[in-house]
Structure formats: C-alpha cells, structure tokens
C-alpha cells in the first residue's frame, strides 16, 4: 500500500524567489541532452526484442510527431516547420506511413496499443482524409483496442479544424482532444501571431462535447508579451465558464531568443516583469483550485474525477515524453521526425532535419539517430524522480525493496540538499517519508534536480527554463 497522497497546495513566494532557478522538466530521466549518437536502429531493435521477451503483452503507447504549422506563433519553442504549402505535409505523411509499417512489423501483434498521441506542430494541419490514412496505417499495422479502454488523443489548433472535423476525427476513433488558446486577450494575440477568438475555441469544444470527446485539455501560457494580472483572470474566467475543460495546463513562457529564432519577433520591453508572472501564476492558480480543479503537478490541473487526478491519488501517476499519463505499464513508440520513444530501459529518438529523415525512410531503415541504454543507476534515480514529481513524495523503504539498496547511504551525497530543503521548508523527512510541504509542490521540478546525477556531475549541453 502507499501512503495517502496529499493534493494540497501553497504558493509561497519566499520559497519560489530562493529557488526559481532553469531545471529540466523531467518528461526523461536522463534527460535528452544526454541521449548518445552510438545508440542506433540496431540498438533499438534489441531493446525491442528484450522487452517483447520479458514481456509478450506489454501494452504500448504510440506517438505521431506531425512538425507543420501554417504559421509561426512567435513563443514557440517545439520543433516544428512553418509553411503554408500542404504539399509538404502530404509527403511527409507518405514517409511516416512507411515508418508505421516498419515499426509495425517489430511488434508482436498481442501487444495493444492502449495509448495514441497526435503532437506537434500541429497535427491537424494534416486534414481528416490524411488523418484517417494515418488511422488506417496504424490499425492496419499496430492492435488498437476497443473506445472504452484506449486513451486516443490529439492536440489541437481550432485555426485548421473546420466544422465537422472534431466529429469526424471522433468517428474515426480519437476520444480525447487537447486544444492550444495560450490567451484570450487580442491584444496579447496579436503580440504572438495567434488570433484566435473565444468563439472559435468554443465552438471547437462544443463539438468535442458533442461528439463524445471523453476528455478536453486546454493549455495556456503566462509570461506573454502585455499579459496582466487583471487580463489573464479575465482569459481564465472565461475558459473556466464558457470552455469548463477538463483539465488544464498553465504553462510558463521561457524567453530563450538564442535558442528559438521565433522568439526573436518578442519585443523583451513588452514582457511581464518577474514579480506580475509569479503574481498571475499565484492569481491562476488560486482561480483554478476555487473552480475545482486539483493541481496535479508541473503546469498541469485537472478536475478530482478526471484520470490524472483520480492516478495520482491511488500511487500509480506516471510521466513521460507526454507530459503526465496514467499509462505507466507501456512501452512507448513514437513516430515521426524528432519523436523519441521509450522501450524497456532504452530511449531512442529519430533524426529531426526532415530531408536526413525522408533519407533513412527511403532507405529501408529506422529514422533513429541517437539514444540511451539506462544503467541501474539511471534507473533508480529515474524511479525516485518519476515517484516524486507524480506524487510529490517517496518512500525510501520501497525503493530500498526495489532496487536492493539502503538509500541514504546510496544517497549520501543528496543528504545535505535533503536536509537543507527540510530546513527550508520545501520538504518535510521522517525517516521514511520525504514528503513534498504544500508549498514545495509547486518548486518539484527542483526537488528531483537533488537526485540528478547529470546535474551534479556532467557538462550541461542545455540551459533548460525557469523551474517557475
């Protein structure tokens, strides 16, 4: 049995000014910056073929990376192609379509495919005829299962989604929907290049309702260019009344115009000072949680009956590449330019550039370019992060168990950083429990930077946002 789960939370200013410092995100452990270019297809066909033999029915979880977007939304950090010429989309749907059947063939047919995700880009650039090309491949190549057991989804842009798409993208068998607003005020619109009004966004909603949809997502970003306090309570009032989403993930805007050339076009001047984010993000928080949403963890909210939250309180939330899912069970493979998949003890993850992509496809092979076979190591600190950012706290008899060790001599060196936040009031320790303090959730990203070896001990290659 595990502990009960606290979902109590506490914004404490005094805690996020000590500790707001750049931290991974932790969708991996180790993080993809360390993934290594001799972890090639071959390495990945052996990380199948074990998986497949210490588990035959292991379900799995597939990803779909679909790079194109119309046009540039100018905070945009993903990896993406903008282009208005749907030529290109539709050849790059030939090759992954050729990539499904490839992967395809590595998977005994028994293992079922109980999650699928549509990410981007933007997914829906492709239309509903090239999606349910997509649809065909996949179920013609993989084992979906039945409505009521598989968690099939897809983000959405309502910008490329005409009347009728969301139910037709139902029909064909997506039951899940995750829509991008980011703001609802034109003004801060306009200063990103996403104009996108509440009508439109709602009308997208309703249709999913309509359709059946057993789950929407909203996602929204803090930290643009003019938002107020005053102004996002106005963005998050009429999503929590006229859009009531299921779930919601408040995202903070990180401004890395070295890294991201979009991000160029944001003037810096027209930022929100340090102080009116941390005031919107305590404002947003604050408003959901009055509204009824639980904080699950990270950006995310969602509602007390939603599958995420109902995870997290029984001990069996699970994080991945995805964000936060409650299908810790898979192996997860993804598709398609940039994607990167998790099998067994392995990451793998395909090229990005999509010609060097289109190259390995033509070729007969697998797009993979680079990866990671875990040591135990990585394994037991992937464990103690994965358990403290899904349920905020560890229990350091159970991971002894598991992992045949006595953790605090294992974890001597973390002792001081443990005992420090004990200090401080992030955590609290007795003995067996290191529980996160309701203020210290919100500062988790911080917490499992103490357990991170590559942290400690090896060159970053990547500055990574503000943990807040």
């Known amino acids: 049995m595990h502990a009960p789960i606290s979902q109590v939370w506490q914004f404490d200013l005094e805690l996020i000014n000590r500790y707001n410092k750049s931290g991974p995100r932790y969708t991996s452990y180790p993080t993809a910056p360390h993934f290594r270019e001799d972890f090639g297809p071959d390495a990945f066909r052996q990380a199948v073929a074990r998986s497949q033999q210490k588990d035959p029915g292991k379900p799995l979880s597939l990803y ?55 990410g981007g880009g933007t997914p829906t650039y492709l239309d509903n005829g090239q999606l349910q090309r997509l649809w065909d491949a996949v179920n013609a190549h993989f084992t979906l299962v039945e409505d009521a057991r598989g968690e099939y989804s897809f983000e959405a842009d309502p910008r490329e989604l005409p009347v009728g798409a969301v139910a037709g993208l139902r029909k064909m068998g997506m039951n899940r929907i995750s829509i991008g607003v980011q703001d609802l005020d034109p003004v801060v619109q306009k200063a990103v290049n996403r104009i996108q009004p509440l009508d439109l966004t709602k009308r997208v909603v309703d249709e999913a309702r309509d359709s059946g949809y ?18 996002f309570r106005e963005t998050l009032r009429a999503t929590i009344e006229d859009l009531d989403p299921d779930r919601l993930a408040v995202f903070n805007y990180a401004h890395l115009p070295q890294y991201f050339k979009p991000q160029r076009r944001i003037n810096e001047a027209d930022l929100p000072s340090p102080d009116t984010k941390l005031k919107i993000l305590e404002m947003a928080a604050q408003m959901l949680v009055e509204a009824g949403y639980v904080y699950i963890g990270m950006d995310h909210f969602a509602k007390p009956d939603d599958e995420l939250a109902v995870a997290q309180r029984q001990g ?43 190259e390995r496809i033509e070729r007969g ?40 060790i006595d953790f605090d001599q294992y974890f001597s060196v973390e002792q001081e950083d443990i005992k420090r936040m004990v200090e401080e009031g992030l955590i609290e320790d007795d003995g067996r429990l290191i529980r996160c303090t309701p203020g210290g959730r919100l500062l988790i990203r911080n917490i499992c930077m103490t357990f991170d070896w590559y942290l400690r001990n090896a060159e970053q290659k990547k500055t990574f946002s503000r943990t807040i």
Do not use: W
Request: with cysteine; aromatic share 10%; proline share 3%.
């Open 316 to 358: 069996v939330l699970h994080r991945n590449f995805q964000g936060y899912t409650t299908h810790a069970e898979c192996d997860l493979v993804s598709m398609g330019s940039t994607s990167i998949s998790q099998i067994g003890n392995t990451f793998a993850q395909n090229i990005k550039e999509l010609e060097p992509y289109y």
């Open 64 to 118: 779909f990376h679909i790079p194109f977007c119309d046009t540039v939304c100018y905070y945009c950090a993903c990896n993406k192609v903008i282009t208005p010429d749907r030529a290109r989309g539709a050849r790059y749907l030939e090759y992954l379509l050729q990539e499904v059947a490839r992967m395809g063939a590595l998977f005994d047919r028994k293992r079922e495919v109980v999650q699928l995700h549509l």
């Open 214 to 231: 057993a789950s929407v997502n909203v996602d929204l970003i803090y930290g643009l260019p003019f938002q107020s306090e005053a102004g």
């Open 365 to 404: 092979e697998l797009a993979i370019f680079k990866g990671l076979e875990l040591t135990e190591d990585d394994m037991l600190r992937q464990d103690v992060i994965m358990r403290m950012i899904c349920d905020f706290q560890l229990d350091r008899e159970q991971i002894s168990k598991k992992h045949h």
